[in-house]
């Protein structure tokens, strides 16, 4: 069974760091590309970064380029999301999500984390 788990969230003041993980199994991991969504309260999901399968391009939402960056490591079926200069904003539900191949569109991804809570406030 494919199973995907996110951690690594938590609460944080404004301007400080976090680092997602998303270990994936049950897949040929190095054949997905691998997303990170986010949803706030009163939202709909948006995507906020992407790395593909092939040679590692990676993707970011407008709003997080230059403070988020995404990797993986394929020997530990593994993706990061590294998020620096956090602000209030970024408060959501984060999700990761597989997808066969290459980013694509959110409605194309064939499965999806349960998610961890990323709160920022002072």
């Known amino acids: 069974q494919v199973q995907l788990q996110a951690c690594g969230g938590g609460l944080v003041q404004p301007g400080g760091s976090l680092r997602l993980s998303c270990v994936a199994s049950g897949l040929p991991f190095e054949d997905y590309a691998i997303g990170w969504f986010r949803q706030a309260p009163g939202k709909e999901r948006e995507g906020v970064s992407c790395?593909?399968?092939?040679?590692?391009?990676?993707y970011y939402a407008d709003s997080v380029k230059g403070r988020f960056t995404i990797s993986r490591d394929n020997a530990k079926n593994t993706v990061y999301l590294q998020m620096n200069s956090l602000k209030p904003e970024d408060t959501a539900i984060y999700y990761c999500?597989?997808?066969?191949?290459?980013?694509?569109?959110?409605?194309?991804?064939?499965?999806w984390g349960q998610g961890t809570q990323v709160t920022v406030s002072s």
């Open positions: 999500a597989a997808e066969d191949g290459f980013c694509t569109v959110i409605t194309e991804y064939d499965y």
């Open positions: 790395i593909s399968s092939t040679e590692g391009s990676t």
